[in-house]
């Protein structure tokens, strides 16, 4: 690294050798913190669980042919309906129905999603909670509440359930897998961001090299250090 008017020139063979000096330091901490995302995804964080039910919309009038322009339309209105089962009342609703004294609107509202997937009338309602069964009770309550409301406020005949919530034997999360690979590449990019620090704010000399690169001065000798003679000296003084 060299220094010239308040510019900062790095040798990127020099940093490259400070990283590969440092490999083991980086590549342990990146398996020890891989190591600790391990155990707190698996052991320490909660699981997860999402139920999903789907409800299938058409707004026809009864006993009449479905046109393409009625797809059309109920296709453009899935965004309204997902607004309308996410609603304050809709979620109010399904907390007062299944007793869930500690739930509260923001709370339900945070574990529900809603996904429209585009160019159809089915809109997904997932529900994400600790307990498998209670999932698929609020995934399942949400549908029936929202299919009320939906018909009420939109004035359209039906809503046809495509599927029913099922209770869920797998958790959704967290990933073990992706909490130790994440844990471990971060691990190893801070103890390499310390390692490239220090190297940026070491300005020391430390061989004849460094004194003509940096100050542009050429040496004239070396004093060797002998650290094994001057210890005898030492001993024979004492």
């Known amino acids: 690294m060299n220094k010239r008017d308040d510019v900062i020139e790095i040798n990127l063979g020099e940093l490259f050798g400070v990283l590969l000096s440092r490999a083991f330091l980086i590549i342990s901490a990146g ?3 891989a190591l600790a995302g391990l155990f707190i995804s698996k ?6 669980y999402e139920s999903t039910t789907k409800i299938y919309i058409l707004n026809k009038e009864e006993n009449q042919t479905v046109t393409y322009s009625d797809v059309q339309i109920s296709t453009q209105l899935t965004q309204d309906y997902a607004e309308l089962i996410k ?4 979620l109010e609703e399904v907390i007062q129905r299944l007793h869930l004294t500690e739930t509260d609107y923001e709370d339900l509202y945070k574990v529900l999603k809603v996904d429209t997937p585009s ?5 997904s309602i997932t529900v994400k909670d600790e307990d498998p069964l209670m999932a698929m009770k609020i995934a399942n309550c949400i549908r029936e509440v929202a299919s009320e409301h939906i018909t ?3 004035d359209i005949d039906a809503i046809n ?3 029913t919530a099922n209770v869920p034997t797998t958790k959704s999360s967290p990933s073990v897998a992706k909490w130790t690979v994440i844990a471990g590449f971060l691990g190893a990019l801070v ?3 310390f390692a490239v620090l220090g190297y940026l704010l070491d300005d020391s000399i430390k061989s004849n090299d460094d004194v ?3 100050l542009g001065l050429s040496t004239l000798a070396l004093i060797p250090l002998m650290t094994e003679d001057s210890d005898k000296k030492k001993k024979k003084a004492k």
């Open 87 to 90: 609603s304050r009342r809709v």
């Open 212 to 214: 003509e690169r940096y």
């Open 191 to 193: 103890v390499a961001f």
């Open 43 to 48: 052991f320490v964080l909660h699981p997860e």
């Open 119 to 123: 160019d159809t009338r089915i809109v």
């Open 161 to 163: 359930v495509a599927e």
């Open 31 to 33: 398996i020890f913190f």
């Open 152 to 154: 009420n406020v939109m």
